[in-house]
């Protein structure tokens, strides 16, 4: 059995590699609150150790899992066997119409062991909490329930519209039991380090542009002013720094003469600290949509770290969306639908067009780049078997200070199907930007100062 300091830390460290940010004090906060509650009372301790290590409320989809893994609920195979599928359907449905908390757990339990072992029998390798669910079916339970919860009494049609609501709630938290007991029994036999690496879902801000949903699209918004202020920080901090200058070799030399050669008071060159340029060219198809969507709201969000701010957006055509960006801002959720319906970035086909859009760029708009100017495009560089129109690029990279590329896909795509990632990345630099933490990165080092 695990000591508990070690259980602790080991919860603490699992927490980290999924991307909360956890110091020694919040660890030493933790230990002091389970010496306070005591372990009599698991949901207790469950909170008390959220208190303790989280810093909001987004962090408890991460959180949750992690610390049923680490201090679950029980150990081994439930007590009593879990008889045939037909007898835990109506079990199962009895307990939903009651709301028996205690008897949803045990019935999980009895569910994932008796339904959702796969592998060799009898100890099988390990639980799925996909096929106890296919088998037990618990969705289908919903008129069981309404019926149990309608005997002697007939609502309206509003108040069974609000039944039903109140049954799924029911039948989802007991899914979601399911999957806590399925990752539990698995992590006994293969270690809960293991399954907490990998059978739990990324925080918002490490998921995939590219596979991200509705619901972490969602979070991604909601994070991107507290983002962008840690990112002014850092960037004001480096722009102090970079305005201190260089040494000044020959006026430090002149000055050490008159202290016998020796430089005591090295002289520094003196930068102006000027505010950059930043022009966004972003690509804002469907495949790539919420990774543009995303870093237009961070840039907008940082806008006082630059003298000027342009951004365009391109399928096939290029426009400047910077008004629809300003404008939109207190409706972050639909900025996309914003530039489809205001801005003219389609021509006669709706398929991502990089050699046209980049040469319409050079064409129209290239009075936006200067030698003070960075440009970012944003895109996965695949062209639809197009010319990629390498020249456009070559122009814009010449006019500008500096060029970087971000590409939402891992480098090990880029040579393949119709990407011209390779052939792009010869003229700029081009940077794996997959996840908000990555951006977030990024642009704290590839801003100019």
């Known amino acids: 059995m695990t000591a508990l300091p070690d259980r602790l830390t080991e919860l603490v460290r699992t927490l980290r590699t999924h991307g909360l940010r956890i110091g020694p004090g919040e660890t030493v906060d933790a230990a002091a609150a389970l010496e306070v509650l005591g372990f009599a009372d698991r949901e207790r301790m469950r909170e008390g150790l959220a208190a303790a290590l989280l810093h909001h409320e987004g962090q408890r989809a991460v959180f949750d899992p992690v610390f049923d893994l680490y201090f679950p609920l029980r150990v081994g195979a ?28 045990q019935l999980a339990a009895e569910a994932v062991d008796s339904l959702g072992g796969y592998g060799a029998s ?3 390798d ?12 618990p969705q289908t339970l919903l008129a069981r329930v309404r019926a149990t919860l309608a005997q002697g009494a007939r609502g309206a049609a509003f108040t069974d519209r609000l039944t039903d609501d109140e049954i799924r709630r029911r039948i989802q938290g ?40 509705r619901a972490q699209l969602d979070e991604l918004r909601r994070s991107v002013h507290p983002l962008a202020r840690k990112l002014a920080t850092r960037l004001a901090a480096r722009r102090r720094r970079a305005a201190r200058g260089r040494i000044d070799l020959r006026r430090t030399l002149r000055g050490s003469l008159s202290t016998g050669g020796v430089p005591m008071r090295p002289v520094l060159r003196r930068r102006r600290p000027v505010r950059p340029e930043l022009v966004l060219l972003c690509d804002v198809s469907g495949s790539v949509a919420g990774f543009a969507n995303f870093t237009m709201l961070l840039v907008q969000a940082l806008h006082d770290q630059f003298s000027k701010v342009r951004v365009f957006a391109f399928v096939n055509r290029v426009d400047e969306v910077t008004g629809l960006l300003r404008k939109g ?8 639908d914003r530039i489809a319906g205001e801005a003219a970035v389609t021509g006669w086909h709706g398929s991502s067009d990089y050699g046209t859009s980049l040469g319409e760029f050079a064409e129209r708009h290239l009075d936006a780049v ?34 970087y590329w971000l590409n939402p896909e891992p480098a090990s795509q880029w040579s393949t199907g119709d990407s011209a990632a390779l052939a792009y990345a ?8 997959r996840n908000a933490h990555q951006l977030g990165g990024l642009v704290a080092r590839l801003l100019p100062v």
């Open 78 to 105: 439930p007590a009593a066997p879990g008889g045939d599928t037909a007898d835990l359907r109506e079990r199962l449905a009895a307990a939903l119409a009651a709301n028996d908390q205690a008897a949803l757990g």
């Open 122 to 124: 009898p100890g099988s």
């Open 126 to 137: 390990g639980f799925s909490a996909h096929q106890t669910l296919d088998r037990l079916r």
């Open 174 to 213: 007991f899914r979601e039991r399911v999957g806590t007991e399925a990752r539990r029994r698995v992590a006994e036999r293969r270690g809960a380090d293991e399954i907490a690496r990998r059978a739990l879902r990324p925080t918002a801000d490490r998921v995939d542009f590219l596979v991200a949903g």
């Open 329 to 336: 801002a207190a409706d972050p959720a639909g900025l996309g």
């Open 370 to 403: 200067g030698p003070r100017t960075a440009v970012f495009v944003l895109g996965d560089a695949r062209t639809n078997m197009a010319d990629p129109n390498l020249p456009a690029l070559r122009r814009i990279a010449e006019r500008a200070r500096r060029v």
């Open 426 to 433: 010869q003229l700029v630099e081009m940077h794996v930007c």
